[in-house]
């Protein structure tokens, strides 16, 4: 009987499902949906080359993610947090993503609410954006832990580095 009334219910949602999740196809991207041991999600996108329109896109990706995990008839209590982290590398051109702020190689943008900001700064958590813009960080960053060092520097210069010359570059076993 339980697996009748779970077979049922799937059948109810079955194309809102599918709507929740983006067809299955090779077009040279790599992308993840992590969900983190708290519940929360991590959407990672990496984008190779600089795109126009990037902003809007990733925000559309977590924002669209964040919204279907409410379904028809359901509460919206259990929504859980949703945080976009995009790598942005520089292609075969090592070209940046970040022209006009050639000094940044990171943003992480939150909701925030906008008249009352100096009085006390409030935020509506849900949805997270972080950006890093490989090309943009300097080769080495000041006050770094080891393991963002070596992900920039893998991102970074990877694609032109044959195995030994990342064996002795790298240095954190997880990025190895």
């Known amino acids: 009987e339980k697996a009748t009334n779970f077979l049922s219910y799937v059948v109810a949602h079955f194309e809102e499902m599918k709507k929740a999740f983006p067809k299955a196809q090779y077009n040279g991207t790599m992308d993840f949906v992590c969900k983190l ?21 990733a925000l559309a990706y977590v924002a669209a993610f964040y919204g ?16 976009g982290i995009n ?8 070209e ?7 000094d940044q190689y990171m943003r992480h943008y939150k909701f925030q609410e ?8 409030r935020f509506l ?10 090309m943009n960080a300097p080769d080495t960053l000041p006050s770094c832990d080891q393991e963002k060092q070596d992900w920039i520097a ?3 210069r ?19």
């Not at 359901?74 to 949703?82: M, N, S």
């Not at 790598?87 to 090592?94: E, K």
């Not at 940046?96 to 050639?102: N, Q, S």
């Not at 195995?163 to 997880?174: C, L, N, P, R, W």
């Open 37 to 57: 041991q708290n519940g929360e999600f991590a959407l990672v996108e990496m984008q190779v080359l600089p795109k126009d329109g990037w902003d809007q896109r």
């Open 68 to 83: 279907n995990q409410l379904r028809k008839g359901a509460t919206w209590v259990g929504i859980q947090k949703v945080v």
């Open 87 to 94: 790598i942005l590398g520089g292609g075969t051109r090592d």
């Open 96 to 102: 940046v993503h970040w022209r006009d702020t050639p």
């Open 114 to 121: 906008q008249l009352h900001k100096k009085s006390s700064e």
């Open 125 to 134: 958590d849900g949805i997270e954006l972080i950006q890093y813009s490989v």
């Open 154 to 156: 893998f991102f970074k």
């Open 158 to 176: 990877g694609a032109c580095m044959n195995e030994e010359q990342v064996k002795s570059e790298i240095h954190t076993e997880a990025v190895l």
